[in-house]
């Protein structure tokens, strides 16, 4: 189920190319903002967490969370002559009691050179199990999610680039035991 | 001009040009021990340049595709990251990339990995038990690399005829190249 969410919840990203000028960010506090075609924008709804034996690894009892997000993306001005592909990815940094600095890619995409460089993307759901090392994620308010991507080129350097814009998702302070996705 | 054996039996001249020889092919081994050895220290890598010899990485790298990895203690792990590590009690090392992390307020860290070709996450490639990486077991975190090139090393390997007809050959050159 889906929660309403607030315009201060979709900051519009720019494209943030090396070598290549930005693009003056929109104003992200401006309520639906036009869509101008270079931007790249992730909108997550309605986090929810639970408490389960990490079946993925150590069988501790961890936080799990479930969060769907909406991707809009244009990558079209970062592929040049040299970029054989594009590893995109969504991940979620955070801190905890237990650990300072956690940081779990939630959900990746391999986008060749001639793909449609356009992604539009709804509902989705991460594509990896989001546990916590431990029971950090219950009432955390600052998770963030950040779009990065890591450019291959046909030959030469392997630059990690992250976008600009971070989302906020909080998670709520109490465990879903009802439902799941 | 002079007489007797082996060494002896060649004239002052030829001797001279047989040291020479040697002192050049020598300098070459040197020179190329010390490039390397370079290239340790610069990169903070045991193992500077390697060749990616599965397809758990495609379509980013190929069998043969050379990586040029560095080390260095000031860049932290961190995820999205291409790493090559090495599993307690295996040799060959494996290149993936990092799937999550979790760092403590000391900075140790542990993480995960993932091969971009792979379905499912590395845990059940770790040691029995094994959940997690550690820092010691990264060799290097991939910054570059050159296609194709490094399919010599992986023939060189598979087929040792190859291996010992270019060390051959490239003796030849050396004997044989008169400057």
Redesign the interface.
């Known amino acids: 189920m889906r929660e309403p969410h607030d315009s201060a919840a979709r900051p519009p990203r720019t494209p943030n190319r090396r070598g290549v000028r930005a693009a003056r960010p929109p104003n992200p506090h401006s309520p639906g903002s036009a869509c101008s075609c270079r931007r790249r924008r992730c909108l997550p709804t309605g986090p929810e967490g639970k408490n389960v034996e990490d079946f993925t690894g150590p069988r501790e009892r961890s936080d799990l969370g479930f969060i769907t997000f909406d991707i809009t993306a244009d990558l079209e001005n970062i592929f040049d002559w040299n970029v054989k592909q594009l590893f995109l990815y969504l991940s979620a940094e955070y801190s905890t009691k237990n650990n300072a600095l956690n940081q779990v890619v939630l959900w990746d995409k391999i986008v060749l050179r001639g793909d449609n460089p356009k992604l539009l993307l709804k509902d989705m759901k991460t594509k990896y199990f989001f546990f916590d090392d431990g029971n950090g994620l219950k009432g955390n308010r600052n998770v963030t999610l950040t779009l990065s991507w890591n450019v291959v080129p046909n030959a030469g350097i392997l630059p990690l680039v992250t976008g600009s814009g971070h989302v906020s998702v909080p998670f709520p302070d109490t465990y879903e035991i009802t439902k799941s996705y | 001009m002079s007489s007797g054996s082996g060494l002896q039996s060649l004239s002052a001249d030829e001797l001279q040009e047989l040291y020479y020889q040697v002192l050049n092919f020598g300098m070459i081994v040197s020179s190329a021990l010390m490039i390397w050895k370079g290239l340790m220290v610069i990169t903070g890598s045991e193992s500077p340049i390697v060749v990616v010899l599965s397809g758990s990485m495609e379509?980013?790298f190929h069998r043969g595709d050379l990586l040029f990895l560095t080390n260095r203690v000031e860049d932290p792990i961190?995820?999205?990251?291409?790493v090559v590590f090495r599993i307690e009690g295996r040799e060959i090392p494996i290149v993936h990339?990092v799937?999550?992390?979790?760092?403590?307020?000391n900075g140790h860290i542990?993480f995960?990995t993932k091969g971009?070709n792979n379905a499912v996450?590395d845990?059940g490639l770790y040691k029995q038990g094994q959940?997690?990486l550690e820092k010691k077991d990264v060799v290097g975190r991939?910054?570059?690399?050159?296609?194709y090139i490094g399919i010599v090393t992986i023939l060189m390997n598979d087929y040792p005829k190859f291996k010992y007809a270019v060390l051959f050959l490239l003796g030849l050159f050396v004997l044989v190249h008169r400057e």
């Open positions: 379509p980013a961190r995820v999205g990251e291409i990339r799937l999550k992390i979790h760092e403590k307020q542990k995960l971009d996450d845990r959940h997690w991939a910054r570059g690399f050159v296609p």
